[in-house]
Nanobody
């Protein structure tokens, strides 16, 4: 199982970015998969996840209405569209997957995710 995140960068407040996470070695649809982030000096936290069972999505309150998670089964790729970015969104963003966890469990405790990609840095300037 491999995950490769990309798409981070420097953006001004109010701007947009789209993160991608290319999966290999497994079928993305069969796993609970999501985005997590870690800001400097802070604990890693869940941003958004998609369920493997029914495709339902889950968002952290801080990003609801601004971020959208999606997956492309043909490309075996996960996306995170981030709009109306704020300085507090600055963090390293990671994609992660697990085949034995619910989206709620994953969002509540990132330690439950077994497979992680290397992060991509998102910096939002004020």
């Amino acid at each position: 199982v491999q995950l490769q995140a990309s798409g981070g960068g420097l953006v001004q407040t109010g701007g947009s970015l789209r993160l991608s996470c290319a999966a290999s070695g497994f079928t993305l649809d069969s796993y609970t998969i999501g985005w997590f982030r870690q800001a400097p000096g802070k604990e890693r936290e869940g941003v958004s996840c998609i369920s493997s069972s029914d495709g339902s999505t889950y968002y952290a309150e801080s990003v609801k209405g601004r971020f959208a998670i999606s997956r492309d089964s043909a490309e075996n790729t996960l996306y995170l569209q981030m709009n109306s970015l704020k300085p507090e969104d600055t963090a390293i963003y990671y994609c992660a997957a697990d085949d034995d966890i619910t989206t709620v469990q994953a969002m509540e405790d990132y330690h439950g995710m077994d497979y992680w990609g290397k992060g991509t840095l998102v910096t939002v300037s004020s």
